[in-house]
Protein backbone atom coordinates (compact mmCIF):
# COMPACT_ATOMS: atom_id res chain seq x y z
CA UNK A 1 0.00 0.00 0.00
CA UNK A 2 1.59 2.98 -1.40
CA UNK A 3 0.96 6.91 -0.28
CA UNK A 4 2.88 9.15 -3.21
CA UNK A 5 3.96 12.49 -1.89
CA UNK A 6 4.28 15.39 -4.46
CA UNK A 7 7.17 17.09 -4.08
CA UNK A 8 7.68 17.81 0.23
CA UNK A 9 10.81 19.84 -0.90
CA UNK A 10 8.38 23.05 -2.03
CA UNK A 11 5.04 21.41 -0.93
CA UNK A 12 5.36 21.30 2.94
CA UNK A 13 4.19 25.17 4.56
CA UNK A 14 1.54 24.98 7.71
CA UNK A 15 2.88 21.35 8.89
CA UNK A 16 0.89 19.94 6.20
CA UNK A 17 3.13 16.53 5.63
CA UNK A 18 2.07 15.58 9.36
CA UNK A 19 -1.02 14.55 7.66
CA UNK A 20 1.33 11.31 6.05
CA UNK A 21 3.30 10.81 8.90
CA UNK A 22 0.02 10.63 10.85
CA UNK A 23 -1.56 7.94 8.28
CA UNK A 24 1.77 6.10 8.37
CA UNK A 25 1.92 5.89 12.29
CA UNK A 26 -1.43 4.63 12.18
CA UNK A 27 -0.90 2.01 9.41
CA UNK A 28 2.91 1.29 9.58
CA UNK A 29 2.50 -1.31 6.54
CA UNK A 30 1.88 2.20 4.36
CA UNK A 31 5.09 2.19 2.26
CA UNK A 32 5.93 6.29 1.50
CA UNK A 33 7.17 7.29 -1.99
CA UNK A 34 8.31 11.00 -2.05
CA UNK A 35 8.38 12.35 -5.63
CA UNK A 36 11.25 15.18 -5.73
CA UNK A 37 10.74 17.81 -8.79
CA UNK A 38 12.58 16.50 -12.25
CA UNK A 39 11.60 12.98 -11.51
CA UNK A 40 8.07 10.73 -12.77
CA UNK A 41 5.48 10.21 -10.50
CA UNK A 42 4.45 7.18 -9.12
CA UNK A 43 0.88 7.54 -10.50
CA UNK A 44 2.47 7.45 -14.36
CA UNK A 45 3.24 4.08 -14.03
CA UNK A 46 0.96 2.69 -10.77
CA UNK A 47 -2.01 3.47 -9.13
CA UNK A 48 -1.11 4.93 -5.37
CA UNK A 49 -2.93 3.97 -2.80
CA UNK A 50 -2.89 7.59 -2.33
CA UNK A 51 -1.72 10.62 -4.08
CA UNK A 52 -0.45 13.58 -1.64
CA UNK A 53 0.30 17.44 -2.46
CA UNK A 54 0.41 19.88 0.27
CA UNK A 55 0.50 24.00 0.26
CA UNK A 56 3.55 26.11 -1.16
CA UNK A 57 4.93 29.17 -1.71
CA UNK A 58 3.29 31.45 -4.63
CA UNK A 59 6.83 31.08 -6.79
CA UNK A 60 6.69 27.16 -5.86
CA UNK A 61 3.37 26.83 -7.41
CA UNK A 62 4.87 27.73 -10.58
CA UNK A 63 7.74 24.94 -10.35
CA UNK A 64 4.86 22.37 -9.62
CA UNK A 65 2.71 23.30 -12.69
CA UNK A 66 5.80 23.07 -14.56
CA UNK A 67 6.23 19.47 -13.41
CA UNK A 68 2.90 18.48 -13.65
CA UNK A 69 1.71 19.39 -16.89
CA UNK A 70 4.57 16.65 -18.13
CA UNK A 71 2.14 14.61 -16.50
CA UNK A 72 -1.44 15.94 -17.21
CA UNK A 73 -2.71 13.11 -19.15
CA UNK A 74 -1.69 10.42 -16.59
CA UNK A 75 -3.49 13.25 -13.90
CA UNK A 76 -6.51 12.85 -16.01
CA UNK A 77 -6.69 9.30 -16.24
CA UNK A 78 -5.84 8.89 -12.82
CA UNK A 79 -8.87 10.86 -11.93
CA UNK A 80 -11.25 9.45 -14.05
CA UNK A 81 -9.95 5.82 -12.58
CA UNK A 82 -10.90 6.56 -8.87
CA UNK A 83 -7.33 7.32 -8.01
CA UNK A 84 -7.32 8.87 -4.32
CA UNK A 85 -6.38 12.12 -4.38
CA UNK A 86 -5.67 14.24 -1.47
CA UNK A 87 -4.88 18.13 -1.85
CA UNK A 88 -4.86 20.69 0.51
CA UNK A 89 -3.64 24.41 0.91
CA UNK A 90 -3.19 26.40 -1.87
CA UNK A 91 -2.02 23.55 -4.51
CA UNK A 92 -5.49 23.07 -5.06
CA UNK A 93 -4.90 26.18 -7.37
CA UNK A 94 -3.15 23.90 -9.75
CA UNK A 95 -5.67 21.84 -11.17
CA UNK A 96 -7.82 24.43 -12.09
CA UNK A 97 -7.45 26.98 -15.09
CA UNK A 98 -5.59 29.88 -14.08
CA UNK A 99 -3.66 31.90 -11.05
CA UNK A 100 -4.90 35.80 -11.57
CA UNK A 101 -2.74 38.41 -9.68
CA UNK A 102 -4.45 41.79 -8.82
CA UNK A 103 -1.11 43.30 -10.04
CA UNK A 104 -2.08 41.35 -14.00
CA UNK A 105 0.00 38.97 -13.90
CA UNK A 106 -1.25 35.34 -14.65
CA UNK A 107 -0.32 31.75 -14.44
CA UNK A 108 -1.77 29.31 -16.45
CA UNK A 109 -2.73 25.85 -14.33
CA UNK A 110 -3.27 22.42 -14.95
CA UNK A 111 -6.87 23.06 -16.59
CA UNK A 112 -8.31 20.08 -14.76
CA UNK A 113 -10.97 22.06 -12.90
CA UNK A 114 -13.05 25.03 -14.22
CA UNK A 115 -11.64 27.63 -11.68
CA UNK A 116 -9.67 30.73 -11.60
CA UNK A 117 -8.30 31.54 -8.47
CA UNK A 118 -7.98 35.45 -7.62
CA UNK A 119 -4.80 36.22 -5.23
CA UNK A 120 -4.11 39.72 -3.20
CA UNK A 121 -0.63 39.63 -1.98
CA UNK A 122 -1.41 42.68 0.25
CA UNK A 123 -4.35 41.44 2.10
CA UNK A 124 -3.78 37.72 3.69
CA UNK A 125 -7.19 35.96 4.39
CA UNK A 126 -7.11 34.15 8.06
CA UNK A 127 -9.96 32.03 9.26
CA UNK A 128 -11.02 29.04 11.92
CA UNK A 129 -12.86 26.91 9.29
CA UNK A 130 -16.03 24.76 10.43
CA UNK A 131 -17.91 22.61 8.12
CA UNK A 132 -19.50 18.96 7.75
CA UNK A 133 -18.36 16.13 5.20
CA UNK A 134 -21.05 13.94 3.42
CA UNK A 135 -19.42 10.29 2.18
CA UNK A 136 -21.40 9.53 -0.92
CA UNK A 137 -19.88 11.80 -3.93
CA UNK A 138 -16.46 9.46 -4.20
CA UNK A 139 -15.97 6.48 -6.46
CA UNK A 140 -16.68 4.28 -3.16
CA UNK A 141 -13.76 2.86 -0.80
CA UNK A 142 -11.57 0.10 -1.47
CA UNK A 143 -12.30 -2.03 1.38
CA UNK A 144 -15.05 -3.93 1.83
CA UNK A 145 -15.03 -3.05 5.97
CA UNK A 146 -14.73 0.91 5.01
CA UNK A 147 -15.57 3.46 7.70
CA UNK A 148 -19.61 3.99 7.44
CA UNK A 149 -19.51 7.71 7.73
CA UNK A 150 -23.16 9.50 6.98
CA UNK A 151 -21.74 12.38 8.30
CA UNK A 152 -19.12 14.18 9.88
CA UNK A 153 -17.50 18.09 11.60
CA UNK A 154 -15.00 18.90 9.85
CA UNK A 155 -12.86 21.46 11.53
CA UNK A 156 -9.55 23.36 10.81
CA UNK A 157 -7.15 26.55 9.47
CA UNK A 158 -6.91 28.65 6.79
CA UNK A 159 -4.47 31.39 5.85
CA UNK A 160 -4.43 32.77 1.85
CA UNK A 161 -3.72 35.57 0.10
CA UNK A 162 -6.87 34.23 -2.64
CA UNK A 163 -9.87 32.73 -3.37
CA UNK A 164 -11.26 30.16 -6.12
CA UNK A 165 -14.17 31.26 -8.52
CA UNK A 166 -16.00 29.04 -10.55
CA UNK A 167 -15.73 29.52 -14.01
CA UNK A 168 -19.24 29.39 -16.28
CA UNK A 169 -21.85 26.37 -15.60
CA UNK A 170 -19.80 23.79 -13.26
CA UNK A 171 -20.62 20.23 -14.18
CA UNK A 172 -17.47 18.51 -13.64
CA UNK A 173 -16.98 18.73 -9.34
CA UNK A 174 -18.75 18.64 -6.54
CA UNK A 175 -17.91 20.30 -3.15
CA UNK A 176 -15.73 18.36 -0.79
CA UNK A 177 -17.44 19.98 2.83
CA UNK A 178 -20.55 22.17 3.23
CA UNK A 179 -19.11 25.74 5.34
CA UNK A 180 -21.03 26.32 8.15
CA UNK A 181 -18.20 28.98 9.65
CA UNK A 182 -15.74 30.11 7.55
CA UNK A 183 -15.90 30.50 3.44
CA UNK A 184 -15.97 27.97 0.76
CA UNK A 185 -14.07 28.19 -2.32
CA UNK A 186 -14.92 31.87 -2.18
CA UNK A 187 -16.46 33.96 0.37
CA UNK A 188 -19.53 33.78 -1.71
CA UNK A 189 -20.04 30.21 -1.80
CA UNK A 190 -20.81 27.82 1.03
CA UNK A 191 -19.16 24.60 -1.18
CA UNK A 192 -15.23 24.40 0.27
CA UNK A 193 -13.60 22.60 -1.82
CA UNK A 194 -12.90 20.50 -5.02
CA UNK A 195 -14.17 16.88 -5.85
CA UNK A 196 -14.37 14.56 -8.74
CA UNK A 197 -14.81 10.74 -7.97
CA UNK A 198 -11.95 10.19 -5.90
CA UNK A 199 -9.71 13.31 -6.19
CA UNK A 200 -10.37 15.56 -3.11
CA UNK A 201 -8.83 19.17 -2.84
CA UNK A 202 -9.44 21.80 -0.15
CA UNK A 203 -8.19 24.98 0.89
CA UNK A 204 -7.85 23.89 4.56
CA UNK A 205 -4.61 23.59 6.03
CA UNK A 206 -3.85 21.99 9.04
CA UNK A 207 -2.95 18.98 9.27
CA UNK A 208 -6.35 18.49 8.49
CA UNK A 209 -6.26 14.55 9.52
CA UNK A 210 -4.36 15.04 12.99
CA UNK A 211 -7.33 17.33 13.75
CA UNK A 212 -10.29 15.47 12.09
CA UNK A 213 -9.70 12.00 12.95
CA UNK A 214 -13.18 10.28 12.08
CA UNK A 215 -12.11 11.84 8.35
CA UNK A 216 -8.55 10.69 9.15
CA UNK A 217 -10.09 7.24 9.62
CA UNK A 218 -12.52 7.62 6.56
CA UNK A 219 -9.05 8.47 4.77
CA UNK A 220 -7.39 4.94 5.39
CA UNK A 221 -11.09 3.15 4.80
CA UNK A 222 -10.63 4.63 0.98
CA UNK A 223 -6.88 3.53 0.54
CA UNK A 224 -8.41 -0.05 1.33
CA UNK A 225 -7.46 -0.70 5.11
CA UNK A 226 -9.42 -2.75 7.07
CA UNK A 227 -11.09 -1.72 10.38
CA UNK A 228 -8.75 1.33 10.43
CA UNK A 229 -7.23 2.23 13.95
CA UNK A 230 -5.39 5.65 14.50
CA UNK A 231 -2.54 6.52 16.36
CA UNK A 232 -3.26 8.06 19.52
CA UNK A 233 -6.93 7.82 18.60
CA UNK A 234 -8.73 8.35 22.46
CA UNK A 235 -6.60 11.78 22.83
CA UNK A 236 -7.06 12.44 19.06
CA UNK A 237 -11.18 12.37 19.06
CA UNK A 238 -11.08 14.21 22.99
CA UNK A 239 -8.82 17.14 21.30
CA UNK A 240 -11.43 16.94 18.51
CA UNK A 241 -14.54 17.39 20.57
CA UNK A 242 -12.88 20.06 22.13
CA UNK A 243 -12.36 21.85 18.78
CA UNK A 244 -15.82 21.03 17.26
CA UNK A 245 -17.30 22.50 20.42
CA UNK A 246 -15.21 25.65 20.67
CA UNK A 247 -15.73 26.02 17.07
CA UNK A 248 -19.11 25.66 17.37
CA UNK A 249 -19.87 28.44 20.09
CA UNK A 250 -20.74 31.58 18.00
CA UNK A 251 -18.72 33.87 20.68
CA UNK A 252 -15.33 32.14 19.32
CA UNK A 253 -13.58 34.59 17.17
CA UNK A 254 -13.46 33.25 13.43
CA UNK A 255 -11.35 35.78 11.20
CA UNK A 256 -8.42 37.10 12.25
Not at 73 to 100: C, H, Q, Y
Not at 160 to 173: D, M, R
Request: charged share 25%.
Amino acid sequence: MKIEVLYPEIANLYGDLENISYLKRSCPEIEVVETHLSEEPLFVSEKPALVYMGTMTESAQLLAIEELNKYKEALKARIEDGTFFLITGNALELFGERIEDKNGTQAECLGLFPTTAKRDMMHRFNSLYLGSFKDGSSAGSASEDAVKTQEMTIVGYKSQFTHSYINGENQTFTSVFESKRGPGLNPDITGEGIRKNNFIATYIIGPILVLNPPFAKWVLSQMGVKQPELAFEEAAMKAYDVRVAEYSNPDTGFYY
